[in-house]
């Protein structure tokens, strides 16, 4: 807002650096009006509630030639 690197890293043990969240404590002047996977972001009093993190989705893959399970 002020243009300023006011940006704190938010790191996640052995992930590393996760994300990034502003250290302003000024009021969001956006209250409401977010999306179902934004909800957090109403209930904000300062910028610095806004946390932007990667969430990473886990998917398992089978190996290249690998046959598929047997059914049952």
């Known amino acids: 807002m002020t243009g300023a690197q006011d ?4 790191r996640e043990g052995a992930m590393g650096i ?8 000024d009021a969001p002047i ?3 009006g977010f999306r179902n996977d934004e909800d ?3 209930d ?15 998917r398992f893959r089978r190996a290249a ?3 598929p399970p047997a059914a049952d």
Do not use: M
């Not at 940006?7 to 938010?10: L, N």
């Not at 996760?18 to 404590?25: E, L």
């Open 30 to 32: 956006k209250k409401d």
């Open 44 to 58: 904000a009093t300062a910028y610095s509630d806004w946390q932007f993190v990667f969430k990473p989705r886990v």
């Open 18 to 25: 996760t994300g990034i969240a502003s250290i302003s404590k």
């Open 40 to 42: 957090a972001f109403k």
């Open 7 to 10: 940006w704190s890293i938010i």
């Open 65 to 67: 030639g690998a046959a």
